[in-house]
């Protein structure tokens, strides 16, 4: 008897097509992945870029109830930018002649900020501790990054840059070690300004800052957040107000 073998090749086509899925299956993953690619570079730098242009400008002057003598005048605006791979910027101070005024300089709105520093002054009976605190708080904006164009006010237009105004002084009885502050500040990423160090202030003497900031957040109600030695380095007379809280209008 004659013996008739069949084979059969589905199970090698079912292999086959599976393979080929496969690799279009894999085709399409990597034309995918190809077109990620061109979208990040095409706009994730700009947004990363956008985020990091934000920026503070901070001015700062300083006054004394004593009389003043020998005074040397130093402009001392900073702007200070913030974002994800910014590196701060500080402008070089310069020193100008020193001048001599009988009676000591009133912080005006609009005016260019200086730092006027006391020099040469007799010996004083400091005793006691000094204490920092946080006065006169006045929110507004800028007209543009010059601290000089601070405008008070209750709202933020949505065209200008927020600003607050305050001022530190020393209530104590003592000179103070230098210093630094934080401002919270309502910006549409949660953003902290935290100072550099700051000069000592003898008892009388007190600070007026102006601090502008953009990429405001809109919203009615905004807190600004003032602290002083907020990681309580100074021993002072009066530890509860070396922090401020104000708020304010921001339109977009």
């Known amino acids: 008897m004659e013996t008739t073998t069949i084979r059969t090749t589905s199970g090698t086509g079912r292999r086959a097509a599976v393979n080929g899925l496969a690799i279009v299956g894999f ?51 900073e702007t200070v930018p913030f974002g994800d791979d910014v590196v701060a910027t500080t402008t070089a101070t310069t020193t100008v002649p020193t001048v001599t005024p009988t009676t000591p300089a009133t912080p005006q709105p609009g005016t260019p900020v200086t730092t006027i520093v ?29 601290t000089s164009t601070f405008r008070s ?3 933020v237009p949505d065209d200008k ?26 910006t549409s990423r949660s953003y902290t300004y935290k100072s550099k160090s700051q000069q000592t202030l003898r008892p ?24 002083v030695d907020a990681e309580r380095d100074i021993n002072e007379s009066n530890e509860s107000n070396n922090d401020r809280s104000v708020t304010v209008d921001i339109e977009r």
Request: aromatic share 10%; charged share 20%.
């Open 27 to 77: 085709i399409v993953l990597v034309i995918i992945g190809m077109a990620l690619a061109v979208y990040a570079a095409r706009f994730v730098p700009k947004a990363i870029s956008n985020i990091g242009s934000a920026a503070v400008y901070l001015s700062s002057q300083v006054f004394s109830d004593e009389g003043a003598t020998d005074l040397v005048v130093v402009p001392p605006t």
């Open 118 to 146: 006391q020099v040469g002054t007799g010996p004083a009976n400091y005793y006691g501790l000094p204490d920092l605190v946080i006065e006169n708080v006045t929110t507004g904006y800028l007209t543009s990054a010059d």
């Open 153 to 155: 006010s209750n709202d």
């Open 161 to 186: 840059r927020g600003a607050v105004k305050f001022t530190i002084a020393n209530r104590g009885t003592n000179v103070s070690p230098r210093f630094d502050f934080e401002v919270e500040l309502p």
């Open 204 to 227: 009388g003497e007190r600070i007026e800052y102006i601090l502008g900031f953009d990429q405001t957040r809109e919203g009615n109600d905004r807190t600004i957040t003032i602290t």
